[in-house]
């Protein structure tokens, strides 16, 4: 079983910057990828980047390659989301996912990853 938490998220102010971390526990695959989503109220789960081990790999949908950066540590299981320079618009609840890799087809699809932490709230005021 995976367990994935996610840390990080809180009250910030337009123009902040962030760092979301996705601690995973319990036994995975050698090969695989810890994607980031985000998720507001009556809207589906948005795919923003993920990154995988072996092979090493990070890649963002089209829609958030300007302020957002997808890192990671894989002796220490740890991923990373960096938010520049937020917006109101970035208020959502952020969710870390973790899939094999060999079980992707696209990494960018909710899905794709079977194993889903519980989320950490951003909320960015202006």
């Known amino acids: 079983q995976v367990r994935l938490v996610e840390s990080g998220g809180r009250l910030v102010q337009a123009g902040a910057s962030l760092r979301l971390s996705c601690s995973v526990y319990?036994?995975?695959?050698?090969?695989?990828?810890v994607g980031w989503f985000r998720q507001t109220p009556g809207n589906k789960r948005e795919f923003i980047g993920a990154?995988?081990?072996?092979?090493?790999?990070?890649y963002r949908a089209e829609a958030f390659k300007d302020r957002f950066a997808v890192s990671g540590d894989g002796v220490n299981r740890m991923a990373y989301l960096r938010i520049f320079d937020v917006t109101p618009e970035d208020t959502a609840l952020y969710l870390c996912?973790?899939?094999?890799?060999?079980?992707?087809?696209?990494?960018?699809?909710?899905?794709?990853?079977?194993?889903w932490g519980q989320g950490t709230q951003v909320t960015v005021s202006s």
């Open positions: 990154m995988s081990w072996n092979p090493d790999n990070t």
């Open positions: 996912a973790a899939a094999t890799v060999r079980s992707l087809k696209t990494g960018y699809l909710a899905d794709e990853y079977d194993s």
């Open positions: 319990g036994r995975t695959s050698d090969s695989y990828a």
